[in-house]
């Protein structure tokens, strides 16, 4: 088994060299590719992974910014893995949990695996204290609850970023995503395959808005709305 793990990357000069020396080091137990999509970086970021010497990590570049969506697509076509990873260019995911959501894969327990951060309650003693997180919280389940009801399975948190699946299943479909709507866009898609989606449990370290948070909460919570429903009725 191979793994492709896609990191899109757009203005992260503070943490990409970081993440990227987290997934060097992280126990990941499978071969691995690293793939870094620089979706049209305008500080500093181009001119860091540049300087990358690794043989297992490939760079691509957009030469203008056009979304998460695609440069996960860009990445897709370029990967050599039987399995796809997103991994964010932040530090809120750690690698050292890959391993975690790859076991069900490998105990041929699952095909497609989620790492899920809200199968529990909100922090409000934490992060979430602050009207922005449990904003994004509640925003989330709803939609994860939405994703549910929709495609009859049940989703604690569909708008992860740690989302696991056969490169076989994205070679079947059309990703139109450009955006942040990538994430329902694919569960959709995934889902209406027959795909089920087992979801591991993750820990996260949500990042403030003052550190470069890029996640709207109520407008792309209204684009993966709209998706969601989109998706459930057309290709």
């Not at 699952?110 to 904003?135: C, D, Q, S, W």
């Not at 709507?181 to 979801?199: A, C, D, M, N, V």
């Amino acid at each position: 088994m191979k793994l492709s793990v896609i990191v899109p990357v757009y203005n992260e000069e503070k943490t990409i060299l970081q993440i990227l020396g987290r997934l060097k080091k992280a126990d990941i137990p499978v071969i691995y590719e690293v793939i870094v999509v620089n979706d049209g970086s305008t500080d500093s970021t181009a001119n860091l992974i540049k300087k990358l010497k690794s043989t297992r990590v490939k760079v691509l570049t957009h030469s203008k910014n056009q979304g998460k969506g695609a440069a996960v697509k860009t990445g897709i076509k370029s990967a050599k893995g039987e399995y796809i990873l997103i991994q964010d260019a932040d530090l809120e995911y750690h690698p050292n949990q890959i391993k975690n959501l790859l076991k069900p894969i490998m105990e041929k327990k699952a095909e497609v695996v989620y790492g899920t951060r809200l199968n529990r309650m909100p922090h409000l003693n934490k992060e979430e204290a602050k009207h922005l997180f449990i904003l994004h919280y509640f925003g989330n389940r709803f939609l994860s609850l939405v994703t549910s009801v929709l495609y009859g399975q049940w989703l604690t948190d569909m708008e992860t970023c740690y989302k696991l699946f056969p490169k076989k299943a994205v070679s079947l479909i059309k990703i139109n995503a450009r955006g942040f709507e990538f994430e329902p866009e694919i569960t959709s898609k995934l889902l209406k395959q027959g795909y089920k989606i087992k979801e591991v449990s993750i820990k996260a370290t949500p990042r403030g808005y003052e550190e470069g948070k890029k996640l709207n909460t109520v407008r792309d919570g209204s684009k993966a709305l709209w998706y969601l429903f989109k998706y459930r009725f057309t290709n």
